[in-house]
């Protein structure tokens, strides 16, 4: 059997969070406005699908982080690497 080639340059882990950020922005808006909506039961306010998708946008930053960081972890695994 050949070894894995691992002379390639990995992806660093700010390229992945970019090309996640779209998916952890979107699915940090949905949960927020999820939560905003079970929050009702309890008497807490409401807030608009406007204010959902910026919280999602701030948020979506250290979300896209970490789940680069996974990926990462995820390809350094499969490449050998760990």
Known sequence: MTSP??????WPVLTLAALLYPLAAGAVAINVFM??????VIGLAEI???TSVIVGLVFGVPAAWAAGAWVRRLMDIADGRR
């Open 5 to 10: 080639d691992t002379s390639e340059k990995p």
């Open 35 to 40: 939560l905003a909506l079970m929050g009702r």
């Open 48 to 50: 608009s699908p406007v």
